[in-house]
């Protein structure tokens, strides 16, 4: 096949998959169903359960919350799965609440988005909030945590994963990012 065909098949192409990119917004359905399970004593549990595996996972391998933990000097964070003892979490809930608390601590919702692709097998669905800390002019500017990514990955809206994860300006333009595990104990007070 010639350079121009191959140019002109990925143009000009008849596949019908899908392939979405939409702000992210939920429905009022979505939100009071969100608030409710909130407000459920099964989370204050979840809520204590996360920390618990984010403090013990370098130590153990049986943990409350099936989770991945990222560090290094520029970045740290969670992928935190849906298995959960006898139940599944809902990961868009979990995603949703720690939205509400960075908000809560003056972080500001830079982007938000949904992308829906169609693979061969599945179709996959990537949520995402970017928040960041609010704009300063002052020298250092205060970038509290950092900036916050959360993702959430669903295979044909079944929900896979949920990455949190702070990256940290390094340069003297900003104050020294707070501690991680300070950041998730603000988030999961119990």
Same mark, same amino acid.
């Given at each position: 096949? &010639?350079?121009?065909?191959?140019?002109?098949?990925?143009? *000009?192409?008849? =596949?019908?998959? $899908? #392939? @979405?990119?939409?702000?992210?917004?939920?429905?009022?359905?979505?939100?009071?169903?969100?608030?409710?399970?909130?407000?459920?004593?099964?989370?204050?549990?979840?809520?204590?359960?996360?920390?618990?595996?984010?403090?013990?996972?370098?130590?153990?391998?049986?943990?409350?919350?099936?989770?991945?933990?990222?560090?290094?000097?520029?970045?740290?964070?969670?992928?935190?799965?849906?298995?959960?003892?006898? &139940?599944?979490?809902?990961?868009?809930?979990?995603?949703? *609440?720690?939205? =509400?608390?960075? $908000? #809560? @601590?003056?972080?500001?919702?830079?982007?938000?988005?949904?992308?829906?692709?169609?693979?061969?097998?599945?179709?996959?669905?990537?949520?995402?909030?970017?928040?960041?800390?609010?704009?300063?002019?002052?020298?250092?500017?205060?970038?509290?945590?950092?900036?916050?990514?959360?993702?959430?990955?669903?295979?044909?809206?079944?929900?896979?994963?949920?990455?949190?994860?702070?990256?940290?300006?390094?340069?003297?333009?900003?104050?020294?990012?707070?501690?991680?595990?300070?950041?998730?104990?603000?988030?999961?007070? @119990?």
């Amino acid at each position: 096949m &010639s350079w121009f065909d191959k140019i002109s098949k990925k143009l *000009f192409s008849s =596949d019908d998959r $899908i #392939n @979405i990119h939409e702000v992210l917004k939920r429905t009022p359905g979505f939100i009071n169903d969100y608030h409710q399970w909130r407000d459920q004593r099964k989370f204050s549990v979840l809520k204590h359960d996360i920390l618990k595996s984010w403090k013990l996972n370098a130590n153990s391998e049986d943990l409350p919350v099936d989770m991945t933990i990222f560090t290094s000097d520029y970045a740290n964070g969670l992928v935190i799965y849906p298995i959960y003892k006898d &139940s599944r979490i809902p990961l868009s809930y979990l995603m949703e *609440f720690i939205k =509400d608390q960075l $908000i #809560n @601590i003056s972080y500001n919702i830079a982007h938000a988005d949904r992308k829906m692709t169609e693979n061969q097998a599945h179709v996959e669905i990537l949520e995402k909030y970017y928040l960041k800390p609010p704009r300063s002019s002052s020298i250092p500017k205060d970038q509290i945590y950092g900036n916050v990514i959360l993702e959430l990955l669903k295979t044909d809206q079944e929900e896979i994963r949920l990455q949190f994860l702070v990256n940290i300006y390094s340069d003297r333009l900003y104050s020294k990012a707070g501690d991680f595990g300070e950041l998730l104990s603000v988030i999961f007070d @119990i």
